[in-house]
């Protein structure tokens, strides 16, 4: 099974066609699919507007994992709210 950092390089317009073909060649698994995807969310979540909009662009042209990457950093650029 490959490492979960090559599902990252697969870039989010093919991945639903890749994921599938990686699966049936058992090259990696559903479990790990599905962590990257809950990876990917929780880190959109946390941002609003532009800064979205660019993640997404990212994880078309160059893959999840660079996209995870990004919007953890700019996450942790964001002030908290205050309570």
């Known amino acids: 099974m490959p490492a979960t950092r090559a599902l990252g390089k697969?870039?989010?317009?093919d991945l639903a066609y890749a994921v599938d073909r990686l699966i049936q060649e058992?090259?990696?698994?559903?479990?790990?699919?599905r962590k990257r995807q809950g990876q990917y969310l929780a880190a959109l979540k946390r941002l609003k507007g532009?800064?979205?909009a660019r993640v997404?662009?990212?994880?078309?042209?160059e893959g999840v994992a660079k996209a995870i990457e990004l919007a953890r950093k700019l996450a942790k650029a964001v002030p908290a709210k205050a309570a």
């Open 10 to 13: 697969i870039p989010a317009v």
């Open 26 to 33: 058992g090259k990696t698994s559903l479990a790990e699919v």
């Open 50 to 52: 532009v800064e979205r």
């Open 56 to 61: 997404k662009t990212v994880a078309r042209k």
